[in-house]
């Protein structure tokens, strides 16, 4: 392998300051990198703040960006269009294209790597000439829940675009060098669509996000959180579906319990649940830590979406009991009554819920065991470690 390899990232977004678990996936990796080789990240941002450029800096990581542009409701649908036509949501911007194509010119890499596949439609054309590695940070089958969950005219749309979804993993995964999932059970969907492509399951590593010690927060004993993208579909069922069917049975049990939604963009839907009763809404909170540490329970009723939920990784250092169902559990090291609560009805969610509210020893037990993720299973260094052996590997592969 190359002593110092020059690795090309491209992202979709800012890898820093993290406000999302796609961010918090895209900081672990580019940390990892930067201890590898030189690292150069060309993303598609609105700007490039001086807390992104520090922290580049102290990682020896350089960075561009490209002014994310507006898309008329024109050329939106024209791609929308073009998706349902081509079977695949790999679609080209020129802007993006030249932009993608200028970095690489200028850094000359010997491996590209890719935040989230999507970005797939312009490294291809580098196909052959180094490899490429793509992060999935999901599968198509987040898509597919899309579309069994979603009822009338809104099925057709979910439809076409479950099959543009799987129709870019089934025409371009196969043409990667390497393909990085969030979890096993994402390797194994990905092992049998591209079975000749190396796939390497490498959860995001959890990064100290505050120097804060949360451990004087006071816990609020009646009171339940969740945190996340609140303008996210997955997201926007989850709370939804909590506040309507979930918690109104908690309160029968426990009428002073209370629930409060953190998260930037809230949807109009999910705003107008404030209006009901122990039910709080907040847009973006600078500090999510001192949400989740005064919360007696953290609740992640999550039906749709895939990928694992980045979310929790905020959660897990802190030692905070959590409430989830199989698809919030999915790819992640948690099983319930162990380290956790999984419960996938409406009554048992609630039962679960009631109970730990209930029971302050209980729900300490099972937040210091998931606690011990932290440092078991999500370290930074575990995700370095694995990584460096990746990109070895596939250089390696390269020069052979």
Same mark, same amino acid.
């Given at each position: ?51 992104? $450029? ?56 010997? $491996?590209?790597? $890719?935040?989230?596949?999507?970005? %797939? ?61 969030? %979890? ?25 996000? %505050? ?11 009646? $009171? ?177």
């Amino acid at each position: 392998m190359n002593a110092s390899p020059r690795i090309l990232v491209m992202a979709p977004d800012l890898p820093f300051p993290i406000r999302a678990g796609g961010q918090m996936r895209m900081a672990s990796f580019v940390k990892a990198l930067a201890r590898v080789g030189r690292v150069h990240v060309a993303c598609v941002a609105r700007e490039l703040p001086g807390e992104t $450029l520090n922290w580049c800096t102290e990682l020896g990581v350089s960075i561009t960006h490209l002014p994310r542009a507006r898309v008329s409701p024109g050329r939106l649908w024209g791609e929308r269009l073009e998706m349902i036509l081509t079977c695949s949501n790999l679609l080209k911007r020129p802007g993006e294209q030249a932009f993608f194509e200028e970095e690489f010119r200028r850094f000359k890499p010997n $491996l590209v790597w $890719l935040e989230t596949p999507y970005l %797939s439609r312009y490294a291809l054309v580098w196909e052959g000439r180094l490899p490429i590695v793509v992060n999935y940070w999901g599968t198509s089958q987040g898509a597919e829940r899309d579309f069994r969950a979603a009822r009338g005219s809104r099925k057709i749309w979910e439809w076409f675009r479950w099959r543009a979804a799987k129709g870019g993993e089934v025409k371009f995964a196969p043409r990667l060098s390497a393909i990085v999932t969030v %979890s096993e059970l994402d390797a194994n969907w990905f092992r049998q669509l591209a079975p000749k492509a190396p796939v390497t399951a490498i959860p995001n590593g959890i990064l100290q996000q %505050s120097e804060r010690d949360y451990s004087q927060v006071p816990e609020d004993p009646e $009171l339940m959180v969740f945190t996340g993208d609140l303008g996210y579909r997955p997201n926007v069922d989850a709370v939804t579906w909590f506040v309507r069917e979930i918690f109104p049975r908690i309160r029968t049990a426990q009428p002073t319990a209370r629930f409060k939604a953190a998260g930037r963009t809230p949807t109009e839907d999910v705003r107008a649940l404030a209006e009901l009763d122990g039910i709080e809404i907040t847009g973006f909170v600078p500090d999510l830590g001192e949400i989740i540490a005064g919360a007696a329970l953290y609740v992640l009723p999550m039906r749709l979406g895939s990928g694992i939920r980045s979310k929790l990784f905020d959660v897990f250092p802190l030692g905070k009991a959590i409430v989830t169902t199989a698809v919030g559990a999915e790819g992640l090291e948690l099983h319930d009554g162990r380290n956790c609560r999984i419960a996938d009805t409406p009554a048992e969610f609630a039962a679960a819920c009631a109970e730990l509210l209930k029971n302050p020893d209980k729900r300490r037990r099972l937040g210091m065991t998931l606690k011990r993720l932290s440092t078991e299973v999500y370290s930074q260094e575990r995700v370095e470690t694995a990584v460096a052996e990746l990109v070895r590997r596939v250089l390696e592969v390269r020069e052979d």
